[in-house]
């Protein structure tokens, strides 16, 4: 007998069978080891009638986690889809619920995007974690029926010199860069922040966009009595299993053994050959249904595909092709090794299906067929060892009406302003401290340079990239013939949804439409990643809630709706949570990607006129500014929805109309950090002067420079085209100062009556810091 | 397929009809990923773009061959160390070194197959700095008499797309001497070295021309708007280079 054949004998000797579970109910199973709560393991055992198989439990565990169910966060997120005008969904073609929303492009084209975490995965092992986290991402959008065009990345980490943060960044970027590169998808942005509450729980979120024609659209369900199940990919493994259940779905503790084993292992490799073997499937039309297998692996994949489609499925596990022969039923049902798929094929496809997986050398096997019995059938070896109701599994898991309430720390923190505060004395006044304070600003943490970073990123793949990172959005060409496009920027402020989740939410989504603005797009949906600590402290659970509310109402006055995303909880080390963090990743189009909008001027914009658009108000408060300085607290700035519509239209048809050259968002770190970003982009100079803007506005020049006032644009307009772009703002009411003027023969930015700041001096500060720490 | 459909891999349209009459060969293995941008290149210097599947042995009456970058194989084991054995290869070796002297151009992971294939001398090693980089790096051109590089002047210093994790070239001292005796470098890195490669080579060519290996990326330099900072094209040359070699207009 071969070993093998062996541990299959054992196995079969072991197996707890359905007939065993109905024969023997006294049995006691680890429901609680695998993350059910007891609540949660009696109403398995009300639904199936009787106690669980080992591997019906297994399936139930992972599928009733948070972070598959979102048991906690469902009841709020219903906001998502209710707060939906009929111009929002105009041009949602698929909406939230499947593996990700698609949205209408127009001429045959459709755009499909998503934003998740990865977040756990990569505290514990930072480059598989951050690696497995794009891989995942990426088959959602294959899953669509899409080809994948790039990713975006924002990324969340503790304090810049702390030992363990240099542990966690370089896992972490490599991994992201060696997995996305591996890919050929141009890595176009993403966020960088370092905060000590994200000492323990980095965030590392990772968003896909693919596109399609609307014919290719694929959804995730199972039809067709008789149509065939397929697993292929890479084999199965020992890798993630319970990934879900027990990394994302409960908070770390220092006593707990260590939960590496859970974290999924990538192979970037397998994956691109997946992604070219799948575009050749929807091609040639040769699966009816098809879903990848991410958390909670085939439990997952089997119980959604079933329960969407016709309701009934009956597969034989033993046809899973493993790596590892020694894993359990129940294991191999939870695992999540990476760079897997199912589909259903019908039989007159199977052989088309069978030479595109030999011509990708992609292994396959045929694990069963799609009923109509409405129960998922699951056996090893003949015998039953899963009936269940697909939908129990699936969709109706848990639902928990979390208790919430404003925190009784609330009212005080907002009442601690900057400017009332110790940290907020002795503000930057003369021209000298002004400049000083700026070159501090540039060079700190969160607004210094990226490129350490974001070099390590391919950006140029695929030949249609158009704006990456440092602008403001990245822009990915979709048709080569018309220069149809789309823009995606992601955005979040821990800080200000901290002072206030309800606006803080909405100063997100306000920020990630004014950044696909900036760079000529119409802000057409959203996907969002709503990272936070635990759902069962009712001071977090009240911010989430109060996050959900805020960006619903808000998507719903910018018109934008929200197409798909992920929540992650349980974010918080012992009883500290992270800051809520709403991260919003708004997609924009393009008629023609030409008429972006770049980030800087060029030596050739010489004597171009800068302009700010919007008003400045005296807001500190959670700033970049008042951060340096060790404070939080206040109340972050005013959010001005109809504000941001307008400066958002001057500029979308500015860009169109050809009236500016350049663009850059006011957000953090204020003007003074966007005039310095402008002018280092190509090494340009500028001279600028404050004084009507102070005059206009009431404010200082310290004010003018670093409060974080929303809905402000910084725009370079050509000389020949100033009379029409004032007029443009002037017509929509919208406050508009000219500033100063750009100076090529300049190479410094010199702000008139104040100081004049060597672009060499600002750009070493800038590029050093990054470097200084991390190598 | 139509014009507004996005070519999958190793089915590439050329919309409009090409204006040289040349066919330029693309390779695809498994886990390439510059041969979309290597075929635009191809379409936009005016000649047709052939895919090439690996597995095939036949080489389709190209007049040219681009081995574009990526990681074939994972770069698994060693970058190009499985690609090289693949059944196109062996016809790719075989034509470069006939009479014929079949023009092949291998960028990034293509000139790790070369190298590997032994069509260029010298091995590929992972970056000093052990980092993936993507950069605009600036190159000379050193040699301008190879079936690539014509269009360039002797000297011409050009910006295209840097972006590799195994980019340090390096190989003994007497190939060094010689490939530098024999005027085989074919680009050399400018200002900075980004990788730690020996004497600073980016690119090299065999003694007859027809071969030439380089690490940057001219196909991601061709298309204003798309290149290096969004507006460089200087890349271009080289496949307007082998459409002159091809009709016989070398300098």
């Not at chain 1, 896909?208 to 990919?233: C, P, Q, T, W, Y």
């Not at chain 2, 050329?14 to 040289?20: F, G, H, M």
């Not at chain 2, 006939?98 to 032994?118: R, W």
Request: glycine share 10%; with cysteine.
């Amino acid at each position: 007998m071969s070993a093998a054949e062996q541990t299959t004998e054992q196995k079969k000797f072991n197996m707890d069978t359905v007939a065993n579970a109905a024969a023997t109910p006294e049995t006691e199973l680890p429901w609680a080891e695998l993350g059910l709560k007891q609540n949660e393991f009696e109403e398995v055992v009300k639904v199936l009638g009787r106690r669980p198989t080992a591997a019906e439990l297994a399936m139930y565990s992972v599928m009733w986690s948070e972070h598959c169910s979102y048991k906690s966060s469902k009841n709020h997120l219903r906001q998502f889809g209710d707060k939906v005008s009929e111009e929002m969904k105009k041009d949602m073609l698929v909406g939230i619920g499947e593996n990700a929303g698609v949205t209408n492009l127009g001429d045959g084209w459709a755009v499909t995007f998503k934003i998740e975490s990865h977040n756990s995965p990569t505290m514990i092992e930072p480059y598989q974690g951050a690696a497995t986290g794009i891989g995942g991402i990426v088959r959602d959008i294959i899953s669509m029926g899409a080809r994948p065009v790039a990713v975006m990345d924002p990324l969340r980490f503790g304090a810049i010199d702390h030992p363990d943060t240099a542990r966690v960044i370089h896992g972490a970027v490599a991994g992201i860069g060696g997995y996305g590169n591996s890919l050929g998808l141009p890595n176009i942005g993403g966020e960088m922040v370092f905060d000590s509450v994200y000492q323990g729980n980095p965030l590392v979120n990772a968003l896909a966009v693919g596109v399609m024609r609307h014919e290719d659209i694929r959804l995730a369900n199972a039809s067709g009595k008789g149509n065939k199940v397929v697993l292929f990919g890479a084999r199965t493994g020992g890798d993630g299993i319970g990934g879900a259940s027990i990394l994302s779905s409960e908070s770390f503790d220092d006593t707990k053994p260590s939960k590496r084993p859970a974290v999924q292992v990538g192979d970037p490799f397998a994956e691109k050959v997946l992604i070219e073997c799948c575009l050749e499937l929807f091609k040639g039309s040769l699966v009816e249904g098809i879903q990848d297998l991410g958390a909670a692996g085939i439990s997952c994949a089997t119980s959604e595909l079933a329960s969407n489609g016709d309701g009934g499925m009956e597969v034989e596990l033993t046809s899973v092709l493993l790596r590892d022969p020694t894993l359990t039923p129940g294991e191999i049902l939870m695992s999540e090794s990476q760079e897997r798929m199912m589909a259903v094929v019908s039989p007159e496809n199977i052989e088309a299906f069978e030479a595109t997986m030999d011509k990708w050398a992609v292994e396959y096997s045929w694990l069963g067929e799609v009923t109509d019995t409405g129960r998922l059938i699951i056996k090893w070896d003949g015998e039953v060892i899963v009936d269940v109701d697909p939908r129990t599994v699936a969709h109706d898991g848990p639902l928990y009406d979390r208790p919430y309430a404003r925190p009784e720390w609330q009212d005080a923190l907002q009442a601690d302003t900057f400017k009332s505060s110790e940290a907020g004395a002795n503000l930057p006044a003369t021209g000298d401290e002004l400049k000083a304070a700026l070159v501090e600003l540039m060079a700190s943490p969160n607004m210094c340079d990226k490129s350490w970073i974001t070099n390590q990123y391919d950006r140029y793949v695929g030949g249609n990239t158009a704006l990456a990172a440092p602008d403001d959005a990245g822009v990915i060409r979709v048709d080569e013939e018309t220069g149809l496009g789309v823009a995606l920027a992601t955005d979040a402020n821990g800080r200000y949804t901290f002072l206030d989740p309800y606006h803080g939410a909405q100063l997100a989504l306000a920020e990630s439409y004014r950044n696909v603005a900036t760079s000529g797009a119409v802000p057409m949906a959203v996907s969002d990643c709503l990272n936070f600590g635990s759902p069962e402290d009712p001071d977090v659970m009240w911010q989430l809630a109060e996050a959900i509310r805020g960006l619903s109402d808000a998507c719903l006055e910018l018109g934008v709706p929200v197409t798909g995303g992920n929540v992650s909880l349980y974010n918080q080390t012992g009883s500290t949570p992270i800051h809520p963090t709403p991260v919003v990743a708004m997609l924009g189009k393009f008629d023609d990607v030409e008429r972006r909008t770049p980030s800087g001027w060029r030596a050739d914009a010489d004597g171009q006129a800068i302009y700010l658009l919007g008003t400045t108000f005296d807001e500190l408060d959670g700033s970049e500014f008042a951060n340096i300085r060790g404070h939080l607290g206040g109340l972050p700035p005013k959010v001005d929805l109809a504000a941001e519509k307008t400066l958002g239209a001057i500029l979308i048809n500015a860009s169109r109309d050809g009236m500016i050259d350049s663009a850059h968002d006011l957000s953090e770190g204020g003007l003074g950090a966007a005039l310095g970003e402008m002018a280092l982009r190509y090494g340009v100079g500028a001279r600028v002067a404050l004084d009507d803007l102070c005059e206009r506005d009431g404010v200082d020049a310290f004010t003018a420079l670093f409060s974080e006032s929303q809905a402000r644009a910084i725009v370079a307009v050509p000389r020949s085209e100033e009379v029409r772009f004032n007029d443009m703002a002037t017509a929509r009411q919208f406050p508009v100062v000219r500033l100063g003027v750009v100076d090529a023969a300049s190479t410094s930015l010199e702000i008139q009556g104040q100081f004049n700041l060597d672009l060499a001096e600002l750009r070493e500060a800038h590029e050093a810091t990054l470097p200084k720490y991390f190598g | 397929m139509s014009a507004t459909e996005l070519p999958l891999i190793g089915d590439y349209s050329t919309p409009v009809a090409a204006l040289s009459g040349a066919r330029i060969g693309v390779v695809t293995f498994p886990g390439t990923l510059d041969d979309r941008d290597a075929a635009r290149a191809v379409r936009l210097a005016g000649a047709e773009a052939v895919s090439l599947w690996h597995a095939d042995a036949d080489l389709a009456d190209v007049d040219a061959v681009v081995i574009p970058g990526g990681f074939s194989y994972g770069d698994y084991l060693r970058a190009g160390a499985i690609s090289r054995f693949a059944p196109m290869m062996s016809k790719i070796i075989d034509a470069a070194n006939s009479d014929a002297k079949l023009p092949v151009l291998g960028i990034c992971n293509g000139f790790q197959i070369l190298t590997e294939s032994h069509l260029l001398p010298g091995s590929m090693i992972k970056n000093d700095h052990l980092k993936f980089l993507c950069r605009d790096q600036v190159l000379r051109v050193e040699n301008n008499a190879t079936a690539w590089t014509n269009q360039y002047a002797k000297g011409e210093e050009i910006t295209i797309v840097l972006k590799n994790q195994d980019g340090q070239y390096v190989a003994d001292e007497k190939t060094l001497d010689a490939l530098e005796a024999e005027g085989r470098v074919a680009f050399s890195y400018v200002g900075w070295n980004p990788n730690g490669s020996r004497r600073n080579i980016a690119g090299i060519t065999n003694a007859a021309g027809n071969v030439v290996g380089l690490m940057p990326h001219p196909e991601h330099a061709v298309e204003a708007g798309f290149g290096p900072d969004h507006t460089g094209t200087d890349g271009l040359g080289f496949f307007t280079s082998v459409l002159t070699h091809l009709v016989g207009g070398q300098k």
